[in-house]
């Protein structure tokens, strides 16, 4: 856990612009409320903003992940952000007593809360999936208002298409494939309503002194925990071969030099 306070705080030092840190539920990720961490880190950096990337926002309570960040933003002096996601991994559903039948409905739902959260004010929303709220306010008030809220997706048009449609910035998780695979996804994004609004791709990245030196330290790490996931969900494990392939021209994993 030190070394990720390190981490956040010489990227503070350097002129990084953002620090994120994911939500996991599960032996081999050490993080499994991301803004804990980052009040640690803000209370030790200057400027560099502190989002979560991304808050498995399907089985959270969207007020207490309001709360958790509007307080992060008063911590920070209003440099918090959220990047709400369906999740990638599925082990929070069951530790939380959620169904995985109800995926898409859970997250379109806590999205919808989490969203009037943002507006402010007197509130009064119900669902299925959650107990009814109705309250003349939600405490604290972050210091940013709107607090930002942005929207992770892995690919799924339907994802992509509710971010355009709700103007909601746009987090494109790219883990695989080549980069310029992925522009349709963009086009589609802009064309149901983004247009204008802020874009971030999300990739696997490491940078020593040379990219020799940064693909010997990194290339071992990425290709355990690749095969390793690979396995629980059946792709076929990768070599060396293929993994320096994600790192040539427009592939998927950004390792080198500054």
Do not use: C
Request: hydrophobic share 40%; proline share 6%.
């Amino acid at each position: 856990m030190k070394q990720f306070l390190a981490e956040a705080k010489l990227a503070d030092e350097v002129g990084l612009d953002v620090y994120a840190v994911g939500e996991h539920h599960r032996a081999d990720y050490m993080i499994s409320s991301p803004a804990v961490l980052l009040a640690a880190v803000a209370a030790q950096t200057e400027r560099i903003r502190l989002t979560s990337a991304v808050t498995v926002l399907s089985s959270e309570d969207p007020v207490r992940v309001w709360q958790q960040f509007a307080e992060l933003d008063l911590i920070s002096g209003g440099r918090a952000e959220i990047i709400a996601g369906r999740g990638s991994f599925t082990e929070s559903f069951p530790l939380f007593g959620y169904d995985l039948k109800d995926y898409e409905e859970l997250f379109a739902e806590k999205l919808d809360l989490l969203l009037r959260l943002q507006d402010g004010g007197p509130i009064v929303w119900e669902g299925r999936h959650r107990p009814s709220l109705a309250a003349d306010d939600v405490h604290p008030h972050p210091v940013q208002h709107p607090l930002p809220i942005w929207i992770a997706v892995g690919g799924t048009p339907s994802s992509i298409e509710r971010a355009g449609r709700l103007r909601l910035p746009l987090a494109l998780a790219i883990i695989g494939g080549r980069v310029s695979s992925f522009a349709g996804h963009v086009q589609l994004y802009r064309s149901s309503g983004g247009e204008g609004l802020p874009l971030a791709l999300q990739m696997h990245g490491f940078v020593a002194s040379s990219s020799t030196e940064a693909n010997s330290r990194f290339a071992p790490g990425q290709l355990e925990v690749m095969n390793r996931i690979g396995r629980e969900r059946g792709w076929r494990p990768i070599g060396n071969e293929q993994y320096l392939e994600m790192t040539r021209g427009d592939g998927a994993i950004v390792v080198g030099s500054p």
